[in-house]
């Protein structure tokens, strides 16, 4: 119990009077036994009971003060024990958003024993992979067990349910994975799948739940690098669903693995095979799903970019400037799809001998696209034999070394993805809804407190495909009075992270980006719906 230091000159109620002549002992006026006969002993029973009366009234008042102090104090730590834990936690300062745990809502579960002085709660952090999490961990012992009445703490670590951004609106193979990573390079032979392998199964050492998605059906490279014991995927009769198969804890699908080997098709079909494998495989619950993207920029990477909203790219490239040419693709391409790029893996840099560390491809594509696009985490990948005989043994090489120079690169890397992501999530998404009240579409701009209104009839008559414009001479085949103007969306769903897909009642889908959207007639003066 926190011990309150008295107040200076209490005023109790026996020294608040004027100072009497008798030593500053104040003395009844009158008593009975001042009429004694004799004069002396009267005198002396008259001291002796003045000072009886006296410690009497200093003991009952000292003890009376004494309860109050302790009652007092019982009351105050009552009031302001959670005050006093929060405060504490408050110095815990979370180096990705740059606020304390206690704003960021990670402090869940508190639970105060005043009087035995015991505090426990719980700190739900965004990612079981957190690299501050021991961090946290121990400044938060620490700080709350240097609160004074503190005399236990007990502290314990959790993560956020695996959600992602638009759970409900998403196949249900996916609504339970929180962060979905592309790892492309829009160019083959740069390592991209090494890449992809080896931070897949880094997030999964640092506690994360994951999952790898090889993209790739022209030419698999999972089935290579990876070698679960079951190489063949599995059908869920009564569901129609896909059970994937696993490595070291890490969940695996591929076209690899379905038993056709490599595909010989045309686009539609492998776009219809890459929906129908991630889609409708039992994922579960995933902190990460990795997806190993396959090279260029056409019909499988706008699929994947459509189907689910990825959370972040990270891009690789080699130091040639060929190579720099078709990284830069991607790059725009995953712009123009509102997918953040969080990070840059020069792949094959260098390579140390004698002493001395030579750049045998050169220098500068790395660089080049950390410069040009902003992208703020660049990487380096040695040339290193273990890690080119890692992808064909069937052992990730952060698996089989894991304190090696290459596995801690791979760290600084699977933290930099981490952070990213974190920070991403906690980013507002455009949201497009339709109010049926007001017949309108709303729509909330992200980082800002901006809603606006859109007509139903204007969305639909600016849809900008090949059904309403000719592709080749960019005229409006879609006619002002082909469209209805009481017409209603039938239902508006997002697409990605760049735009929305809106059903309406001809059977008609359009996509709508939200760049567009903002740029579009808004309502206003739009009334108010009477309540029913």
Known sequence: MKILQAQSSPKLPFLISKAPKNGGLLLPRKSSLLLNSNPCVASQRHERFNWLLLNSSISSSISTRAASVEANTSKITAGTGEKDVLKALSQI????????????GFVKDLDINEEAGEVSFRLELTTPACP???????????????????????????AQPAKPVYAGELPMGLQAISNIIAVSSCKGGVGKSTVAVNL????????ARVGIFDADVYGPSLPTMVSPENRLLEMNP??????????LGVKLVSFGFAGQGRAIMRGPMVSGVINQLLTTTEWGELDYLVIDMPPGTGDIQLTLCQVVPLTAAVIVTTPQKLAFIDVAKGVRMFSKLKVPCVAVVENMCHFDADGKRYYPFGRGSGSQVVQQFGIPHLFDLPIRPTLSASGDSGVPEVAADPQGDVSKIFQELGVCVVQQCAKIRQQVSTAVSYDKSIKAIRVKVPDSDEEFLLHPATVRRNDRSAKSVDEW????????????????????????NYAVSITWPDGFSQIAPYDQLQTLERLIDVPQPTPV
């Open 93 to 104: 300062i979370d180096p990705d958003f740059g606020t304390d745990i206690v704003s960021c």
């Open 132 to 158: 501050v999490k021991d961090m946290f961990e121990k400044q938060a012992n620490e700080l709350v067990a240097a609160v004074p009445w503190v005399r236990k703490v007990s502290v314990t670590m959790s």
């Open 200 to 207: 897949a199964y880094t997030l999964a050492d640092m506690g």
């Open 238 to 247: 009564e569901k129609k669903t896909i059970i994937p198969t696993e490595y």
């Open 473 to 496: 001479t960019g005229e409006q085949t879609l006619q002002y009075t082909d469209v209805l103007e009481d017409i209603e969306p039938e239902d508006i769903r997002p697409m990605g």
